[in-house]
C-alpha cells in the first residue's frame, strides 16, 4: 500500500481502535453533550458524522433523538459500526474526498482530527466540498481538530503504552508542515511487530477559515478544548472551528 495512503490500513486496523477509543467513551460523551448544548439543534435534526469509525459519537448523536448518518473510509470499521443500526442511525462506507448527499444535513460532525492526512492541499479541499455540499443552506460544520501549535510544545516524542498483552512504542516527530506519528505494535496473536507512520498536516486556523470560505462556509466559532473554553493558539489542545454555510 502507498504511503501516502497510510490511513486506509491503520484506521481499518483493530490496533487503531483499542490505542485510542478503550478509554476515550467519557470524553467523546463530554463533548458531544457540551456540543447539543451548545448548538440547541431542533428536534429531528439531520446529521453527518464524517469519518465515523466504528460509530461512537455518530451513536451518541443519534441516542439523543437525531437521525444521523456516519460515513468512514475503513469497511471494518463500518461493518462494526452498522451492528449498531437503528431507524435514526445509518453507516456507510464512504471516502469523503468524493459528494455524498446533496443539500440534506442541518449539521456535519468531523471529530478525533479525522481530517488532515490526505498527501495533497487539492484533496483536502475535496473533502471539504463534500461536507460543505451536503449542507442545507444555513447548515453546520464542526471541526475537532488538533491545535498544531500546542502540539509543536507539548510533543512526547517517545512512549511506551501497555493494553492488555498488546505492547505500543510510539516515536513522534514534526517538520513544517506535518506532524509524524510512528506506531509499532507488539503482539502475541502477530508472527512479528507491525508497524504504522501516521501524517497529520498542521491546519491553522487561518487554513480551516481558507478552506471553509472557498466553499461558502464562514467561521462562526472557535473552542480550545472539549469543555468549549475560548480557543487560545498556545494554551489550548484542540481547535473545534464551527462554520455555518452561506
Known sequence: MAANEWYKQWFNSPFYHQLYFGRDAGEASRLVTNLLQHLQPAAGSLMLDVACGKGRHSRLLAEAGFDVT??????????EASRQEKDNLHFYVHDMRLPFWINYFDYAFNFFTSFGYFPTRREHDDAMR????????????????????????????????????????IHRWHDEEHFFKKITVNAPSLSGPLA????????????FTDMLSFQGLQVTEVFGDYDLNGYDVRKTPRMIVLAQKQ
Open 70 to 79: 456516519g460515513i468512514d473510509i475503513a469497511p471494518d470499521s463500518i461493518a
Open 130 to 169: 463534500t461536507i460543505a455540499a451536503s449542507l442545507k443552506k444555513g447548515g453546520t460544520v464542526v471541526f475537532d481538530y488538533l491545535n498544531a501549535h500546542y502540539v509543536e510544545d507539548h510533543l512526547v516524542h517517545n512512549e511506551e503504552k501497555t493494553i492488555g498483552d498488546v505492547v505500543y512504542d
Open 196 to 207: 504504522y507512520t501516521e501524517k497529520v498536516a498542521k491546519f491553522s486556523l487561518g487554513d
